[in-house]
Nanobody, 124 residues
Framework: QVQLVESGGGLVQAGGSLRLSCAAS????????MGWFRQAPGKERELVGG????????YYTDSVKGRFTISRDRAKNTVYLQMNSVKPEDTAVYFC?????????????????WGQGTQVTVSS
């Protein structure tokens, strides 16, 4: 069983930065990909971005391109979401997820493991 634990959320002013971490523990961890999702109140969960565990490919939703960066540290089994130039509309609970197999595209990937989420609040 794999456990994902997010950390790094909090309150930040608009224009500021925040780095989220997602540490994996449990069985030998070698996912196909890791993803960051977010869910704002009253909205559906959306895929913010993803990274192949090989790190040869990343994906970002349009609203965060140029502001957010996903990276991973294989030695630490940890994936990061660096959030720069944050906006009030980035306010949400952020979740990390792990996929064990590929999809035809990022939106068709099946995510097998989820973290519990960490709150990010951006004040204007």
């Amino acid at each position: 069983q794999v456990q994902l634990v997010e950390s790094g959320g909090g309150l930040v002013q608009a224009g500021g930065s925040l780095r989220l971490s997602c540490a994996a523990s449990g069985r030998t961890f070698s996912p196909y990909a890791m993803g960051w999702f977010r869910q704002a109140p009253g909205k559906e969960r959306e895929l913010v971005g993803g990274i192949l565990w090989s790190a040869i490919s990343t994906y970002y939703t349009d609203s965060v391109k140029g502001r957010f960066t996903i990276s991973r540290d294989r030695a630490k089994n940890t994936v990061y979401l660096q959030m720069n130039s944050v906006k009030p509309e980035d306010t949400a609970v952020y979740f990390c997820a792990a996929a064990l197999s590929h999809g035809s595209n990022w939106n068709s990937v099946q995510w097998h493991y989820w973290g519990q989420g960490t709150q990010v609040t951006v004040s204007s």
